[in-house]
């Protein structure tokens, strides 16, 4: 059976047919204004001239924001320190800032990116691009064909413990293996835990897993892509719309959706009621022609 192709292959694309889905105009970007959360680290005393950063402290990391009064906002350090030259005592470091200046030798603060924040200033248009990644992340832990990947050897770290990745929706110990039937796996606190021994700690020199991988939206198939949109579709209709007989239809079309996406399923890892080994389908059914051959 055929599926439908979305042409969805970015995610602006996907955007504005999930605003055409709930009668909204198309968007001709997703650009978004980014906010910069940050949080002082540490003081120190130095002055600016130009963009020479003058101070005895030293390892100031490159990135670091510099603050204080008289320092212009947005100033950081742009290449590491050196040791300023003829030598002094105490040893002076000059480090190169962003943003050209002249500040007298004071308090300066040192700060730190701690996180950052997208803003889209359009409020139908952020509902719908986060509608979209959030249930492009709920259908991808559904785990498929294309995302999902058994017998994966991974190497636990110096410390014998194993960190999960941020695009790893699921990990779980292959139970096929004779040293993990008497474990219990779970992601605790951004790495894999074993419940019965209660401990990070795995001195297997390779472990073998079941992983459920996150992928970015252009390398997701398009039928998995029809479906992720088709149900986003329907819950932005339920957010910023809230018209019961678009909301059924969308729900109609997602159901449809749902079907392709099954069926592309299906043919991907060729699958059989009887049951197959993890490698393929090695199966094959009575065809009839095979009468006519004898």
């Known amino acids: 059976m055929p599926f439908p192709t979305t042409g969805s292959n970015t995610e602006l694309q996907a955007v504005n047919q999930i605003l055409a889905s709930v009668g909204q105009a198309p968007v001709t970007t997703l650009t978004t204004e980014e906010t910069l959360v940050i949080n002082e680290t540490a003081r120190f005393t130095g002055s600016i001239s130009g963009t020479t950063l003058t101070t ?90 294309f995302n999902k990947e058994l017998d994966y050897p991974i190497t636990p770290d110096s410390n014998n413990e194993v960190n999960i990745a941020n695009n790893v929706l699921q990990m779980d110990l292959n139970r096929t293996y004779t040293q993990n039937i008497d474990r219990d ?41 029809a479906f992720i949109v088709a149900r986003a579709a329907s819950v932005v209709s339920s957010r910023i719309i809230g018209d019961g007989n678009q909301y059924q239809m969308l729900q109609q079309k997602e159901a449809f959706a749902r079907a392709m996406a099954m069926e592309y399923e299906c043919n991907q890892e060729d699958l059989s009621f009887f049951g197959a080994p993890k490698s393929g389908n090695y199966y094959q059914p009575y065809q009839p022609y095979h009468t006519l051959q004898r």
Do not use: C, M
């Open 185 to 225: 796996s779970i992601n605790r606190g951004g790495k894999l835990y074993d419940k019965k021994k209660h401990s990070y700690k795995w001195t297997d020199e390779t472990l073998y897993v079941d992983i459920t991988w996150y992928f970015d939206w252009v390398n997701i198939p398009d039928p998995i892509q």
């Open 56 to 145: 005895t402290t030293a390892n100031i990391p490159v990135g670091t924001y510099i603050g204080g009064t008289g320092v212009t906002t947005g100033t950081s350090i742009a290449v590491a320190g050196v040791e300023a030259s003829p030598a002094t005592d105490p040893v002076t470091y000059e480090y190169t800032v962003n943003i050209s200046q002249t500040v007298a030798e004071r308090a300066l603060t040192q700060s730190s990116v701690t996180s950052r924040v997208e803003n889209q200033t359009n409020p139908d248009v952020a509902i719908a691009l986060n509608t979209l990644r959030e249930v492009s992340r709920e259908i991808q832990s559904e785990g498929w064909s």
